[in-house]
């Protein structure tokens, strides 16, 4: 078996950011989980529906791999993507990071991984690759599925094959932290107010804020989206919560994110968006609580409540956007300040 030395394979709630704790923690660099998902300025909102689609769904975070580009573009980390259409050459660069010593990130669907208990196609899904045999690869996934599992190295190869929503190329990377690399507390506001700008002023009506607002309007209408509404419904409300989010679309996460910085600077602005935040957290279990308790009972009222709830957290999530825009605003004006002294 090849593998990689001294390897920590805590996993975490979230898969991207348990893949990046992998990999950061093997060059030295350890944060918490809360603060990758943040310092990526990874929250996000999404309304997605289709006509391929069978049922919509609610997203709440950036699109897959996004994430780890503005995590690295912030910390000056060495970003190393491979991607490929050749199934051999995909294998050839994660064998060589391996027998080179190093931990490597994979995008694939995890469909095709032999350890998913719930078999749903997600091309989205990202793992950390820290060792091999003839047979398996080995594998940090999250918690939820494990932390430190493995899989057939045929299951691996289909996953990274797969194509369809959000797949990618065999994707494979690694990440060098460099010597002088910024520290956290510097990239922080950087990372909200990024974060802020994009959920403001969303490009389109699903995205943000606006999505969010969207998708109380549409949930209404759920029970006519399907013939199923028992599985439908509650597996819109699974992912919600209990799919590798932290619960709550990332929410919790976010909070918690805002939380860590509260104690780094001292910010009302700051302060603020870490309460709306975590009264949003609690709204969220909220909406995924009515939308499945819709899925078992058939009642549109659930769904008319969970509407309105969707509609206040529109609200409670742009103002605490707004007050967290602010930190840059803030931050230049201080910056200004002591220029001028």
């Not at 999250?142 to 493995?150: I, N, Y």
């Not at 690399?181 to 995205?207: G, H, K, M, Q, Y």
């Not at 009222?301 to 999530?317: D, F, H, K």
């Amino acid at each position: 078996m090849k593998q990689v030395r001294d390897i920590d394979t805590r996993g975490a709630q979230h898969c991207e950011t348990s893949a990046l704790g992998v990999l950061l923690r093997h060059q030295g660099l350890d944060l918490s989980e809360p603060m990758l998902f943040g310092l990526g300025s990874g929250l996000s909102f999404v309304y997605w529906d289709g006509r391929n689609m069978p049922f919509p769904f609610l997203g709440g975070r950036v699109k897959p791999f996004e994430l780890t580009r503005n995590l690295a573009a912030r910390l000056g980390l060495e970003l190393l993507v491979q991607e490929t259409t050749s199934p051999r050459k995909a294998w050839e660069n994660v064998a060589a990071a391996v027998d080179a010593g190093r931990p490597v990130g994979l995008q694939l669907d995890s469909y095709h991984l032999d350890y998913f208990r719930t078999k749903v196609h997600f091309g989205g899904h990202v793992v950390a690759l820290y060792g091999y045999d003839d047979d398996n690869a080995y594998l940090v996934d999250t918690d939820q599925q494990g932390g430190a599992v493995s899989t057939s190295l045929t299951g691996l190869a289909e996953a990274r094959a797969a194509r369809g929503p959000m797949t990618a190329k065999h994707r494979s990377f690694t990440l060098t932290v460099p010597t002088h690399a910024p520290s956290p507390r510097e990239t922080i506001v950087p990372a909200i107010t990024a974060c802020a700008d994009a959920f403001l002023e969303p490009p389109i009506a699903n995205l943000g804020h606006r999505g969010i607002d969207k998708a109380g309007k549409l949930v209404r209408t759920w029970l006519r989206r399907t013939d199923d509404p028992r599985r439908d419904l509650g597996q819109a409300a699974l992912l919600m919560e209990k799919a590798g989010t932290g619960g709550a679309l990332f929410r919790n996460l976010y909070r918690d994110f805002l939380a860590e910085c509260v104690q780094l600077l001292d910010s009302g602005d700051l302060r603020t968006g870490h309460r709306l935040y975590s009264e949003a957290a609690t709204l969220w279990t909220e909406v995924a609580a009515l939308i499945a308790k819709a899925g078992e009972s058939g009642d549109a009222q659930c769904l008319e409540q969970a509407g309105a709830v969707l509609s206040e957290l529109s609200r409670v999530e742009r103002e605490a956007m707004r007050a967290l825009r602010r930190l840059g605003a803030t931050r230049a004006d201080t910056h200004s300040k002591n220029v001028d002294h």
